[in-house]
């Protein structure tokens, strides 16, 4: 067979997972020394801008609901730390008050995907799948946490991140940086509006994005968790099938809403969640779903189905 033509023929055969979902890869840029505090330095244009979607936590009750939250994100590495810069828009200033127990505080979190062949629960992990974040609160000093699922984050040793932050017209710019404890390959992001009354799980919040070098590849670890795979339409239909929405919809309150699965899942972690319903759960809601005798094909179909992003 000529080399062109087994070339071509590997080419239709090759899995599909060199890439995750749309909008999952942050493009991480190198420099020497430090990366600046300061977010209008100019080294940060060295830095890819990706503009990401925060949604409106939908799995706690008492989200903030409204629209996404677009923010820019850019990533410099040097010096043996990693910084962070996030620009996001908020038309009021909600500063940090220790002693007003009503009024909360603008914030922003990093959190950090340990590696691992799967990435932890997007909501601060799980038991077994502990992330750490860096946590920004205007008005108060950066904060390193740590947390294992909803209502265990806790403080953790160490040097917090480094942090710097700018008011402009339009909302805020905050640059973290710091050294991350333990070897990570992915990052997300939440971020909380005081005027929303914003705290614990009234956020928005990102996928999880693979961080890589400009011109990399997606690490080994997390090519099975992009996987697409399945047939949305098949999935559809099986949904209606199996009624999921009886418990999963929007209004039912039995199970987590799926309203916004694909906008901040992988594929991975919806096909371990089909299969495996009572491996992890997520906090306030009972073991209720069944396990349901599907072939892989369908797992896979209900997954492709989850995955299209709602509007």
């Known amino acids: 067979m000529r080399p062109a033509l087994l070339g071509l023929l590997l080419l239709f055969a090759a899995p599909a997972w060199s890439a995750p979902p749309p909008e999952r ?37 008492g989200g903030p609901g409204g629209a996404t939250l677009p923010v820019e994100a850019r990533i410099l590495r040097g010096g043996g730390q990693l910084a962070v810069r996030l620009a996001w828009a908020d038309t009021g200033e909600n500063l940090l008050d220790a002693r007003a127990t009503d009024r909360f505080a603008d914030a922003v979190a990093v959190q950090f995907a340990p590696v691992g062949a799967t990435l932890p629960y997007i909501g601060m992990g799980e038991p077994k799948k502990p992330v750490r974040l860096w946590l920004w609160r205007a008005g ?26 700018r008011r402009t017209a339009a909302g805020w710019e905050v640059v973290l940086r710091g050294k991350p404890d333990v070897p990570f390959t992915a990052l997300a992001f939440a971020a909380w509006d005081g005027a929303e009354d914003g705290r614990a799980g009234r956020k928005r919040l990102s996928a999880w994005q693979a961080l890589i070098k400009p011109g990399g590849r997606l690490p080994a ?3 099975e968790e992009a996987r697409p795979g399945g047939d949305a339409a098949r999935g559809e239909r099986l949904y209606a099938e199996l009624g999921c929405a009886a ?30 319903p009572a ?29 299209k992003p709602s509007p």
């Open 25 to 61: 890869i942050i493009r991480v840029a190198e420099m020497h020394g430090l990366p600046p505090l300061d977010p209008v330095a100019a080294a940060w244009a060295k830095a890819p801008a990706v503009t990401l979607q925060l949604h409106p936590q939908s799995t706690v009750a």
């Open 140 to 165: 108060g000093k950066p904060e390193r946490l740590t947390a294992t699922g909803f209502g265990s984050l806790s403080k953790q040793g160490g040097a917090p991140p480094e942090a710097q932050s």
């Open 221 to 223: 670890g997390l090519r």
């Open 247 to 276: 418990c999963h919809g929007p209004q039912a309150g039995l199970a987590p809403d799926l309203t916004n699965a694909g906008n901040i899942h992988w594929p991975g972690y919806l096909r371990r969640a089909i299969r495996e």
């Open 279 to 307: 491996a992890f759960l997520v906090p306030g809601y009972a073991a209720i779903m069944p396990a349901f005798s599907l072939r892989p094909e369908e797992i896979e179909n209900l997954a492709a189905y989850l995955m």
